[in-house]
Each structure stands twice: as structure tokens, then as C-alpha cells.
């Protein structure tokens, strides 16, 4: 049985994975809870298309740190961990993205 001793290299897809998944978590979670603030305010009807908007390009941050983790786990002789972590960020904030959106449209109702 053959080991492989080849040295991994760095894995930049992963470590842009990883930071496009930490900026867009954190958007989406910060976009998130001004428009809970706004619902309970009462003042959401005015900042909602510009909080939909911010959100939206959050999420797709996230989307991109996504497929960058993806890419990230295709390549040989590198280090998986932070496209992993990556991945799994962007996945989140994506998937927080339509949580909150869901809740919002739930509370305005439509």
C-alpha cells in the first residue's frame, strides 16, 4: 500500500469560500435583525425594498462562498478544511436569508 507523502498545498478557493461565507452570515444576520427591529417598530413598509435588496446580495455572497467550497473540495493535494467551512457558511447564510424572509413575509402577511 502506497502512502501519499506529497505536502498539501494551500487551498485558495477554500479561503475565499471561507471569507464570502463569514461576510454573508454576518450581513445576512445584521440586515436580518434591523428588519425584525423595523416589524416591531412599525417603520419596515418604508426601508423594506432597500433592506430586501441588502439582504438579497448577502445571500448571494453566500451563494458564491457556496460554490467556491465546492470548488475548493474538487481540487487535489490541498487542504479541505477551510473550504468546508466555507461551504458551510455560505450554505447558512443563504438559508437564513429565506428563513428570515419567510418570517417577515409570515408576520407582514404577503
Request: charged residues 5%.
Amino acid at each position: 500500500m502506497e502512502e501519499n507523502t506529497s505536502p498539501q498545498q494551500p487551498n485558495s478557493l477554500g479561503k475565499a469560500s471561507l471569507i464570502l461565507g463569514i461576510v454573508s452570515i454576518s450581513l445576512v444576520f445584521g440586515i436580518g435583525l434591523c428588519a425584525f427591529v423595523g416589524l416591531q417598530q412599525g417603520w419596515l413598509r418604508i426601508a423594506s425594498t432597500t433592506l430586501y435588496v441588502c439582504g438579497t446580495s448577502s445571500a448571494f455572497l453566500g451563494l458564491l462562498g457556496l460554490g467556491l467550497g465546492i470548488g475548493g473540495l474538487l481540487g487535489k493535494n490541498r487542504t479541505k478544511a477551510t473550504a468546508i467551512a466555507g461551504l458551510l457558511l455560505g450554505l447558512s447564510g443563504v438559508c437564513m436569508f429565506i428563513g428570515i424572509l419567510n418570517t417577515i413575509q409570515g408576520s407582514v402577511g404577503g
